[in-house]
């Protein structure tokens, strides 16, 4: 037997089924054991031998093949995971209400593992009362149900209800099977701000300084959030090639004094707030409005930098009752200290409730797909965060974070 995570691909029958096949060949290819089970609805959008292709397994939508071996009840009972993509409005309703009429829905009584939808349906359906009981319902029994997205629908109209990118499902399903309490939904009716990437100052239009930030963290930081019932708003420098996480606002900046803007306004109104963002120290003095050239007499050009406020000072300083504030912190060893003796000397200085620390150079942490370092807190405990997914960081942040809350809920 293949000791590959092996995961059940439920696929619904909306417009959103041909994103399952990006869905499967990311797990696939990502080292995951994929069984495709099919409502006959979503045939109607993709063909089985597709999904056969991709996945390398027979495809079936009911009971009634394979029968001497109970399938009905085997795919579930074998599984680690179960996604359903795109999970449809009548998919939501018989799930929610034990029905077990097709190969998936006993599928989904059967299986005791994490089990996730991802919805996609036109907006009116997602908020229709029906539609949002049956996803309380299924909350209320454990089952990760993500919000869709917002943005274009089927036909010309836009709205909530666009199924989430493939790549963050994928993500998502690394992360439940990483840790399957990753995504409770504590974080409803919490307000929180991100901030993610790198800021860029301009030199002159076709130059800037930069740094090596991808933004991955702090979208793992917006996504997990989102994902916990979080109302975010993620203020983004220079992500372009990310997916936007499905149910967050994105404000797109790119100087270290638009972030300050962006973020400073959202956390006036916000519960939590995430400084992940690479942040400029300094920026040119000043910025030519037509192309520096080099010309053969005139000297090499020096620039003169200026400091950028601390935005992260500048929010402890104006921070709301009870607000809880997150710095990150990218340090090197040196011959002054280490990575910790660092990063206490920074949660000081800053006076945020919490630093996660990564140590940088050598590869690690910028542009990677995994992160590691330590989480302190200004009550002095410190927690080693172990090599893993960056939503699997994320997760951890949001677990100290919630119990910041809590904590200070009870004393309110
Ligand atoms: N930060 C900020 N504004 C800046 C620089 C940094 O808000 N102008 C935030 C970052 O988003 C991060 C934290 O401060 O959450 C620490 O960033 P870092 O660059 O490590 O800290 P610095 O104060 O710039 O310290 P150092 O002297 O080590 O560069």
Same mark, same amino acid.
């Given at each position: 037997?293949?000791? =590959? ?7 619904g ?5 041909? *994103?399952?096949?990006? $869905?499967?060949?990311?797990l ?10 099919? @409502? ?18 027979? $495809? ?6 394979? $029968?001497?071996? $109970? ?5 579930? *009972? ?6 359903v ?7 939501? #309703? ?10 998936? @829905?006993? @599928?989904?009584?059967?299986? !005791? ?25 299924l ?38 099977? %990483? !840790? ?10 919490l ?41 975010v708003?993620?203020? #983004? ?16 900046v ?7 803007a ?13 400084m ?6 300094f920026?040119?003095?000043?910025? %030519?409005?037509?192309?520096?050239? *080099?010309?053969?007499?005139?000297p ?6 200026v ?8 929010l402890?300083?104006?921070? !709301?009752?009870?607000?809880?504030i997150?710095?990150?912190a ?13 990063? !206490?000397? =920074? ?9 996660v ?7 690690k ?19 080693r965060?172990?090599?893993? %997914? *960056? ?22």
């Open positions: 037997m293949s000791s =590959k995570p092996r995961v059940v691909l439920g696929v029958g909306g417009i959103a089924a041909y *994103k399952a096949c990006e $869905v499967l060949r990311g696939t290819e990502s080292g995951h054991d994929v069984r495709v089970v099919p @409502t006959v609805a979503a045939l109607n959008f993709v063909g089985a031998a597709t999904f056969e292709a991709l996945s390398g397994h027979p $495809v079936h939508t009911g009971v009634f093949t394979e $029968v001497p071996e $109970v399938q009905h009840v085997r795919v579930g *009972k074998d599984a680690d995971l179960v996604l993509v795109p999970a449809t409005a009548d998919l939501l #309703a018989r799930a929610a209400h034990g029905l077990a009429d097709d190969l998936l @829905t006993n @599928t989904l009584l059967t299986a !005791r593992c994490p089990v996730a939808f991802f919805p996609a349906m036109h907006t009116e359906m997602w908020e229709h009362p029906a539609t949002r009981d049956n996803v309380a319902l909350r209320s029994r454990g089952a990760v149900v993500t919000e869709p997205d917002s943005g274009r629908l089927t036909g010309v109209d836009t709205g909530k209800g666009r199924l989430a990118d493939p790549r963050e499902i994928v993500d998502v399903a690394r992360l439940l099977l %990483a !840790r399957s309490d990753a995504l409770p939904r504590d974080l409803e009716g307000r929180v701000v991100v901030s993610a990437g790198g800021t860029r100052e301009p030199l002159d239009p076709v130059r800037h300084l930069g740094n090596r930030s991808s933004g991955k963290q702090g979208y793992a930081l917006a996504r997990v959030a989102a994902q916990r019932g979080a109302d708003t993620l203020v #983004a420098a220079h992500t372009e090639a990310l997916p936007e996480p499905a149910g967050a606002e994105v404000v797109h790119s100087t270290a004094r638009r972030l300050g962006a973020v400073e306004e959202a956390a006036s109104t916000a519960d939590v707030v995430v992940a963002a690479a942040v400029a120290d920026r040119p003095a000043d910025t %030519a409005d037509h192309k520096i050239k *080099k010309t053969d007499h005139s090499d050009p020096t620039i003169s930098l400091r950028n406020p601390d935005i992260l000072a500048g402890v300083e104006a921070r !709301r009752p009870g607000q809880v997150v710095g990150f990218a340090e090197t060893g040196d011959e002054h200290g280490s990575v910790l003796e660092h990063a !206490r000397a =920074k949660l000081k200085r800053k006076g945020c409730d919490l630093l620390v990564n140590a940088v150079g050598e590869g942490a910028f542009e990677m797909e995994e992160n590691t370092g330590w989480l302190l807190s200004a009550d002095g405990t410190e927690q965060i172990p090599l893993g %997914a *960056k939503s699997l960081l994320a997760a951890t942040v949001w677990d100290a974070v919630t119990e910041l809350v809590r904590h200070r809920a009870h004393r309110q």
